[in-house]
């Protein structure tokens, strides 16, 4: 596990953006009195105190780690203590800058990035090749006319992950040879992300109807589920308009809404 040391300036940088972000919270949404300073005036948000108490850690444990003391967080600490403050997905990257001086592997909340920037949306649909944003769980948040093209019907699915994975016109008509190309790399990603969140709903189910499908079950117990990103991969797909050909992905993640997915799809015809 990292530890927090380094320069002073990372600790005492630590310490200011949490005694911030305490101050905004209301004691009384965790059903804790709201704390007077010693001329008996309430001040506002959350102490370090009531932080242990919410966090069912030892008194001082909370502080320790405030002051940059305590230097061996773990990840749960960190993911609970996040939670409690509202930390939403910029600063929840910030905490773990400060703590560990990276950026964090995974989102605070899956669900994020329903909010995308407008500049990203913008940015897909000006781009002329098949584009599209997603959440972490896969959950279609914009594409452009290219994207909705590779759909027989025009319309794009809610998610993403879901038709490539069990709907057979994808399995059947789009996605070329699926159970060898598509299903061995699409497959670990759904078990890597659902590993690490395992109480969102939306991956559940997925997962759940991944082993409830005969094709997609088939697969999942003959590969290992080596994790791998879709960027740059090479892959057959037949566009319902141009035909086989190549399909290569490109994906990034926007940094004003880590969790969200900017994917790039380049298709290139076998006969153009």
Known sequence: MPRLDGPPHRRQDLQT????????????EHGLERP??????????LTQPQMDVLLHSRTGTYGSFERGVKTNPSTDYLDRLARY?????????SLWRHT???NPPY???????????PVW???????????FLSNICWDLLDCNSAFAEIFPDGKPPEN?????????????????DWEDEWAPVIIPQLVAVRRAYPADPTLQELENDLHGDPRAARVRRR??????????????????????????LGAAEPLVNPGARLMVVEFEPDHP
């Open 36 to 45: 007077s300073d010693r001329r008996g005036r309430q001040v506002p948000g």
């Open 223 to 248: 590969i290992a589920a080596a994790f791998t990103r879709p960027d740059s991969d090479d892959r057959p797909l037949r566009h319902p308009v141009l035909g086989p050909g190549r399909a290569r």
């Open 100 to 102: 560990y001086g990276h």
């Open 160 to 176: 993403v992950m879901r038709w490539m994975l069990l709907d057979d016109v994808a399995r059947d008509e789009v996605l070329m």
């Open 121 to 131: 949306r913008r940015v897909v649909h000006e781009m002329t090749t098949m584009a």
């Open 85 to 93: 403050l509202k930390l939403n997905p910029q600063e929840w990257e």
């Open 17 to 28: 953006f949490l005694r911030e972000a305490r101050a905004r919270v209301d004691p009384a």
């Open 107 to 117: 989102a605070l909340d899956p669900g994020a990035g329903l909010d995308v920037a």
